[in-house]
């Protein structure tokens, strides 16, 4: 089976009539990096948790290196801690996914449950406090941290796992500018270390910086196109049918004159 994460046909109900997907295939390859965007509402944040099961499809499957994924595998132990080991999850919203006392036990977390022994599972914190320029934070609770800081203690306890695929909602979402670009620097270390990057995102300058592989979600939550960055970026009849840029319309005098306005676009006359 090619890729390392196959969705095959997903659709997705809330409430088991709200749609939130339709119809969704796709396939994402080992050490790929791949965006998913679309509108808010579109169900980017709906299929990195489908992928991560988190929740499970209303139909369709979704597949793990030639593993199927459902509630029913899931409750194999062996296949859970397979699974659990190989993918990590980044929330949107670091609040949702910080718990512990202080950063250290963030970070000590997973290895910990993955039944690493302390001294493996220190130094793997460690490590990756290192990378992540957060030692300094170690024993700070998560309520004295900046956004910032969350994101990257987030990204950390994640990390710890040593996770083959990383999944992350809204990245960039909330943090400034200097904190974007140690993402993008942290994204493409990883990328080249050969992790599997899947970003839920509708930040398009962030998809022109990874120059990753993009799959289009429309707000009638199907995938409307697959392709390049390149090649997404610079359809702008694309990007207006799935709201991602919008039109303005200008009067000067009797001639009025369009042009895209995007926050990645340059305005064009």
Do not use: W
């Not at 801690?81 to 950063?103: A, T």
């Not at 700070?140 to 909602?169: C, F, H, Q, W």
């Not at 090649?231 to 799935?242: H, Q, S």
């Amino acid at each position: 089976m090619d890729g390392i994460i196959k969705i095959e046909d997903v659709s997705y109900n809330y409430y088991g009539k709200i749609p939130a997907l339709l119809n969704v295939s796709l396939s994402i390859k080992e050490g790929e990096k791949f965006a998913v965007i679309g509108a808010n509402g579109s169900g980017k944040s709906t299929l990195l948790q489908i992928m991560n099961g988190l929740i499970h499809p209303s139909s369709g499957s979704i597949f793990f290196r030639d593993n199927e994924v459902s509630e029913k595998t899931l409750k194999d132990k062996e296949f859970l801690r397979f699974f659990r080991e190989r993918v990590g999850y980044v929330f949107q919203d670091s609040d949702v996914q910080l718990f512990c006392p202080n950063v250290l036990d963030e970070l000590l977390y997973g290895p910990v449950q993955l039944g690493l022994n302390e001294s493996e599972a220190m130094d793997r914190a460690f490590e990756v406090m290192q990378m992540l320029n957060i030692e300094n934070l170690k024993d700070r609770p998560s309520y004295m941290l900046s956004g910032g800081e969350k994101k990257r203690v987030a990204i950390g306890s994640v990390l710890t796992m040593n996770p083959e695929a990383l999944l992350l909602d809204e990245p960039t979402n909330g943090l400034d500018p200097k904190t974007q670009c140690f993402l993008v620097e942290l994204l493409f270390a990883l990328s080249e270390a050969g992790k599997t990057i899947v970003i839920a995102t509708h930040d398009l300058s962030l998809v022109d910086e990874l120059q990753c592989r993009v799959a289009v979600l429309s707000e009638e939550h199907r995938i409307e196109k697959t392709g390049s960055a390149e090649d997404i970026l610079k359809d702008e009849d694309l990007l207006l049918k799935v709201n991602l840029v919008h039109e303005h319309i200008h009067c000067h005098g009797p001639l009025a004159h369009r042009h895209i306005h995007s926050h990645y676009l340059f305005h064009k006359h």
